[in-house]
């Protein structure tokens, strides 16, 4: 079936650095792609909608200068964490719709962030 | 997207069969039916969809109301790498990006 990575899968970090979290398809092709965050015991939370070769499209709360989104190919989007804080310590997942459009999506393993 | 509601917790044992509700009364005509599952620290994993016939895979099998409000996930023979966070997504119309509720905490037990 069709696999999704993502690079690392955990981080540790100082209070004001930045982090960045790679996500990958990586037997088809991904025009968009979607990150999450999870809190611990709490559902997932839709951040924002990568598109390749465009910008991204953010949620509603989501602060669009501190989550740097790069979606520069077809199999790879990236999130930066910019001046990481302690609040932003959590589970951060990505996925990708198999058919490039939408209908089923698949989600890579998740990045734990603590920042110290 | 339809509002979907699932029991918060549900357990079963071993080797028995795993039916998870959920309840999609606000459904309209070309919204389908998703089920996810979270294993702990883990991504979710796509388990199976449907609109309105029942679906079976190697995974699962999916009935679905004839009146499209409430769906049920089977798991046919638990296991206890079955125990997992269990979502039930309604989507459709060209809104294809998963919105998660709370789901449904399956224990599979010895």
């Known amino acids: 079936g069709a696999v999704v990575s993502q690079h690392p899968s955990w981080v540790i970090c100082k209070s004001g650095t930045s982090v960045k979290i790679e996500c990958r398809s990586l037997d088809f092709q991904a025009t968009t792609m979607f990150w999450y965050r999870q809190f611990p015991k709490q559902s997932l939370m839709l951040m924002a909608t990568?598109?390749?070769?465009?910008?991204?499209?953010?949620e509603q709360g989501v602060e669009k200068d501190k989550f740097l989104i790069n979606h520069a190919s077809l199999t790879l989007s990236t999130l930066t964490v910019t001046s990481a804080h302690p609040e932003d310590s959590s589970f951060y997942i990505c996925?990708?719709?198999?058919?490039?459009?939408?209908?089923?999506?698949?989600f890579g393993p998740g990045t734990r962030l603590l920042v110290l | 997207d339809a509002k979907t509601t699932q029991p918060p917790s549900m357990d079963c044992a071993e080797g028995r069969a795993a039916n998870l509700p959920c309840n999609h009364s606000?459904?309209?005509?070309?919204?389908?039916v998703y089920w996810y599952r979270q294993i702990h620290s883990q991504g979710p994993q796509y388990i199976i969809h449907?609109?309105?016939n029942n679906e079976t895979n190697e995974m699962a099998s999916l009935i679905i109301t004839e009146d499209r409000k409430s769906s049920t996930l089977i798991l046919p023979h638990a296991t206890l790498r079955d125990t997992a966070v269990y979502y039930c997504?309604?989507?459709?119309?060209?809104?294809?990006?998963?919105?998660f509720g709370r789901g449904t905490s399956l224990i599979v037990h010895p």
């Open positions: 997504i309604v989507r459709g119309g060209g809104s294809y990006i998963p919105t």
């Open positions: 606000t459904i309209s005509g070309n919204e389908y």
């Open positions: 449907g609109l309105k």
């Open positions: 996925s990708a719709p198999i058919d490039g459009v939408g209908e089923t999506q698949y």
């Open positions: 990568s598109n390749e070769g465009s910008k991204a499209t953010y």
